[in-house]
């Protein structure tokens, strides 16, 4: 039996000269998913933590996808080394891709840029659009404050889902696949009940 995830869409930053604990942290999922048998599916650059792990799953013998819009090739600067680079539309058709090609989501530390990736993942899980798990890996308290802004939302009443079942967070690589296997989607609760 094969294992599970067969492909995981990692969602994070792509800015050069990020924290070196973050690429590290990068280079280590990559060094897990290329041991693992898994394959990457991303959002295509050779730049910061994207690059970072790009290189550690092909470095391991990996595969990686990369799927990037074309008005992005150049300002992102697509990964050329990678089992098979995507050229997509637009920044819509690049997550949807992104989504269509992935067993499963992890999300590593970014900008807003990530987060729109993120939230996209999560809200189409709500609405039973996929049913794949997401996973934020947090060895360092990076999503605190956005925890503390869904903790607050779910209090007044803006959140239909728990906020701990929106952000589930695992602090090392190594628990990441056992986590993702673990977990479920969230699904809003009005689709449950007309489930």
Known sequence: MAPWPTSLCVFCGG?????????????????????????????????????????????????????????????????????ELVEVDSMHTRKRVMTERTDAFCVLPGGVGTLDEAFEAITWGQLALHAKPIVFLDPDGYWDPLVDLLNRMERLGYLRVPAARLLVRESRPEALLATLRRVKPPVAPELLERS
């Open 15 to 83: 800015r050069p000269d990020l924290p070196d604990a973050h690429v590290e942290l990068a280079r280590h999922l990559g060094r897990l998913l290329a041991d693992s048998g898994v394959s990457l599916i991303y959002g295509g650059s050779k730049r910061g933590l994207m690059g970072a792990l790009a290189d550690a799953v092909l470095a391991g013998g990996g595969r990686v996808v990369g799927v990037i819009p074309r008005h992005l090739h150049r300002v992102e600067i697509a990964h050329d080394g990678i089992s």
